[in-house]
Nanobody
Framework: VQLQASGGGLVQAGGSLRLSCAAS????????MGWYRQAPGKERELVAL???????KFADSVKGRFTISRDNAKNTVYLQMNSLKPEDTAVYYC??????????????WGQGTLVTVSS
């Protein structure tokens, strides 16, 4: 199973970006899908996640500004980021808890996409 993330880029403060992450491979099911980020010199942190049941969780720093959604038919998760701030600058990684067709559990990470917010 692989995750392919896209949608990062350079945006001015107050702007918006939408990240996408598509899972591919021999997938039986996907439980939680989410986004993490890592800023220079900092540890990777959770940004948002969504379960297959539709529950969501957000970091306090992005509540009210970011939304997460998923298209189960496409095995894709989206992160809509509004009112971006310079402190949102980081490499964003998607993550998924997957069950393959071999019925093995795998936690999978995408390759990361850079989001840069200029002041």
């Amino acid at each position: 199973v692989q995750l392919q993330a896209s949608g990062g880029g350079l945006v001015q403060a107050g702007g918006s970006l939408r990240l996408s992450c598509a899972a591919s491979g021999s997938i039986f099911s996907i439980n939680t899908m989410g986004w993490y980020r890592q800023a220079p010199g900092k540890e990777r942190e959770l940004v948002a996640l969504t379960t297959d049941g539709g529950s969501t969780k957000f970091a306090d720093s992005v509540k009210g500004r970011f939304t997460i959604s998923r298209d189960n038919a496409k095995n894709t998760v989206y992160l809509q980021m509004n009112s971006l701030k310079p402190e949102d600058t980081a490499v964003y990684y998607c993550n998924a808890d997957t069950w393959g067709e071999d019925l093995r559990y795998r936690e999978v990470w995408g390759q990361g996409t850079l989001v840069t917010v200029s002041s």
